[in-house]
């Protein structure tokens, strides 16, 4: 089955600064890769997501890129604010969407400095 | 528009117990998944339910089981719990039989096995 590794497991970012975290997956028949960020004591909550007919997505500060050669996706925050720290998590799924499981990976803690 | 709502928040069980955990879907949305979250890691997928039946199944035992309603509510069952099964159990649910839309998570019951 699908196997998404996320790194880092934890990033602490000065306020302002861009913050990166990188995802790979193993399945190349995967097409659909959402990211989601988790807030404690709350549900994933989805920010982005980027099927595999596409290279690159953006919605204002935040932006994925994927590179299905390499089965690897990465997501781009700019202008970190201190409202961005939280565990985010990227996924992947073979159908897409609501039509099958997602696979995700183990989380990234992010930690915004003031 | 009330968005996935799932019941109870948090329940303490002893081992052997069953337990049902209960989700109700997004406004609009057909088609639930379960995902079960233990502590610092991402959530792993336990099955999906559409038009009544179990559409698809992670790699979880027998002893999880699942319904949904002719309203599209859906429960989570768990025999003869163990300690292993203490975690937050997350219910998304999603639009239409398409398979591209977006799986919205709810925000979980935290279960506590003794």
Redesign the interface.
């Known amino acids: ?1 699908e196997n ?1 590794e ?1 790194h880092p497991s934890t990033l602490s970012v000065q306020e302002g600064d861009s913050a990166v975290i990188k995802c790979t997956y193993s399945d190349s028949a995967s097409n ?1 890769f ?1 990211w ?1 960020k988790q807030e404690l ?6 920010i982005i ?1 980027i099927r595999s007919n596409v290279g690159e997505k953006k919605d204002q500060r935040i932006a994925v890129t994927l590179n299905k050669t390499a089965k690897h996706f990465s997501l781009h925050i700019t202008e970190t604010q201190p409202e961005d720290s939280a565990v985010y ?1 990227c ?1 992947a799924s073979i ?13 990234t803690h992010l930690i915004i400095q003031p | 528009d009330a968005g ?1 709502t799932q019941s109870p928040t948090h329940l303490i069980k002893t081992r052997g117990q069953q337990v049902t955990l209960r989700c109700s879907p997004k406004s609009g ?1 057909d ?1 639930v ?1 379960w ?1 079960q979250q233990a502590l ?6 336990i ?2 339910y ?1 038009e009544e039946e179990e ?2 199944r ?2 979880f035992p027998d002893r999880f089981s699942g319904h949904q309603f002719p309203n599209y509510s859906s429960e989570l069952n768990v025999n003869a719990l163990l300690l292993g099964d203490s975690a937050l159990y ?1 219910c998304a649910s ?15 019951t935290r279960l506590l096995v003794l």
């Open positions: 089955g998404v996320q659909y959402p989601y004591g709350k549900g994933p909550q989805l997501d998590f996924a159908r897409g969407g609501g039509a099958d499981g997602l696979t995700f990976g183990k989380g | 996935v949305h088609t998944s995902y610092g890691q991402g959530p792993q997928f099955f999906q559409y559409r698809q992670g790699n997350l999603s639009p239409g039989a398409g398979g591209s839309e977006t799986q919205y998570f709810g925000p979980g």
